[in-house]
């Protein structure tokens, strides 16, 4: 290692100094809301307590007072609001603990709440990426990885994998702000490495937007 990259800070959310010659292009961590929303299922949990206890209230209307029936709903919705504010914590915590980094040469994940665990992407290892595009901009850009490089397990990547691809699991950055913007540097930044490696380079020029 030369006397210049070994005088270089350790960048968080990367396992070590940079090799001479590598830069870093983009660092980013999941956004709260959205990955409560989107990994953790808080709309629908909410959705599905709130009708619980409108049948609650609903089935007893003709048996008791509208107030008697109203108050025996109060229980599910309290116990909606502490599921969904849980889950909530529990996406800020992952927030919190997870950083993101784009190289010029390779995907860096340090994800984990409880354990953290760093997971190294070359380029060369990546066979493809698509990028699931939210209203808000927020959204996940999902790397399929080559056969023949590292199988990572779904359960010990999650959230931080697509979703429903359990065999061969795909990490993924999810809820991430500027989405379509970091898919466009993580594609030119694919682009660049392709001039010298096409075969292995060309499949990710381009992170494609899930429908």
């Not at 209230?57 to 229980?75: E, H, I, N, T």
């Not at 930044?189 to 990710?204: C, E, H, L, R």
Request: charged share 15%; with cysteine; proline share 8%.
């Amino acid at each position: 290692m030369s006397d210049t990259a070994a005088s270089q800070p350790t960048i968080p959310g990367l396992p070590g100094k940079l090799p001479e010659g590598e830069r870093v292009l983009w660092q980013g961590r999941p956004a709260t809301w959205p990955l409560a929303r989107d990994a953790l299922s808080v709309k629908w949990i909410a959705v599905y307590f709130a009708i619980v206890a409108l049948w609650r209230a609903g089935s007893l209307m003709d048996l008791m007072p509208a107030w008697a029936a109203a108050s025996a709903a109060v229980p599910f919705v309290i116990a909606g609001v502490v599921v969904c504010g849980l889950l909530y914590l529990v996406a800020l915590w992952q927030a919190r603990s997870t950083v993101y980094t784009i190289t010029t040469d390779r995907v860096v994940m340090r994800i984990g709440a409880a354990l953290s665990l760093t997971l190294n992407l070359p380029f060369t290892q990546i066979a493809g990426a698509d990028l699931d595009l939210r209203k808000d901009g927020t959204g996940t850009i999902a790397l399929a990885l080559k056969p023949s490089g590292t199988r990572l397990s779904y359960l010990v990547c999650w959230p931080h994998a697509r979703p429903w691809r359990l065999n061969p699991a795909q990490p993924a950055l999810r809820a991430i702000p500027d989405a379509e913007k970091v898919a466009g540097l993580l594609a030119e930044a694919a682009a660049v490495g392709a001039a010298s490696t096409p075969s292995d380079m060309a499949a990710i020029a381009a992170p494609v937007a899930a429908e």
